[in-house]
């Protein structure tokens, strides 16, 4: 069924700490076989520096080099799921180096919102998975190759936090070379907010997740602003609008929304080869 809700002995999502991290990076990797599209989502302090509304998309991101290169992050939300629909299971990944700056108390919007929505930052403190060891557990799956996809919803910061997982120190200096970087290591990026602007229906892609997925019937499971719920979500979405848009391939693929260079990972040719040219499962070269 498309966007159905996978669950193992009840279960939608595994949460990952410091002490199951090698575990469940194992059992993801044994899971993309079938579940080859990535669907993500993070969960951040907030913002050392806010953007204005009406700035250049290279103000926008000298914003997001200030805010990402001194802020952690709190969660990644990866949920996995393929080309007809199928979802698999949500892991929601914890961290706890999110307060290594200077002062926290400059950060828009971490007392007053994330608070209040449940997060546990001392349980975070003293559980949560360092960054750099997410890194060098998680980047053998990238280097595989084996994920075909990345969805994501204005992910612009999501994808910024994840290349920044990576072992990434510091944000590349332009829009131009954050494209390639993020290309070169994690592939193709699909951004919903960027197909929804192909739909009057959709209100040209000025909606967000939570409004888009009340407008083609997508049901919520687990709470709002936890990244494994959100990336869920956002796994669910994509199976319904690529089956209500029928938007083609070449118009979504690559492109965040906000980002005017595509992040779209280069895949090698078939090669199609006459089987009279084999010789012992070899190929014969220059016979006629």
């Not at 120190?169 to 070169?184: E, G, R």
């Not at 990244?227 to 869920?232: E, H, M």
């Amino acid at each position: 069924m498309i966007g159905e809700v996978a669950t193992v002995e009840g279960q939608w999502e595994r949460d990952v700490w410091s002490h199951n991290l090698l575990e469940e990076i194992e059992l993801i990797q044994q899971c993309l076989s079938e579940f080859p599209i990535v669907a993500m989502d993070t969960e951040f302090p907030g913002f050392l520096r806010w953007t204005p509304k009406g700035v250049s998309d290279e103000e926008f991101y000298e914003c997001l080099q200030f805010n990402v290169n001194r802020l952690s992050i709190l969660q990644l939300g990866l949920t996995l799921t393929n080309d007809n629909g199928k979802i698999g299971m949500t892991w929601e990944f914890n961290f706890k180096d999110f307060d290594k700056i200077s002062n926290m108390e400059g950060v828009y919007s971490l007392d007053s919102f994330l608070k209040n929505k449940g997060f546990n930052f001392n349980t975070l403190r003293s559980y949560g998975i360092a960054p750099e060891e997410f890194g060098r557990q998680f980047n053998p799956i990238l280097r595989s190759g084996r994920i075909h996809r990345w969805i994501t919803f204005h992910g612009l910061y999501d994808i910024a936090y994840l290349m920044k997982l990576t072992n990434i120190t510091c944000m590349p200096t332009s829009m131009s070379i954050f494209a390639i970087t993020a290309a070169h290591l994690l592939g193709t990026v699909t951004d919903l907010k960027h197909m929804a602007r192909c739909s009057n229906y959709l209100f040209n892609g000025n909606l967000g997740l939570k409004k888009l997925a009340k407008l083609l019937q997508v049901n919520r499971t687990g709470t709002a602003h936890f990244a494994g719920s959100d990336s869920l979500l956002t796994a669910s979405v994509y199976a319904k609008m690529k089956i209500i848009m029928k938007v083609e391939q070449k118009i979504d693929e690559g492109f965040l929304y906000g980002l005017p260079y595509p992040i779209q990972g280069y895949r090698r040719p078939v090669v199609i080869v006459d089987p009279s040219k084999l010789t012992d499962g070899r190929i014969s070269i220059g016979r006629g």
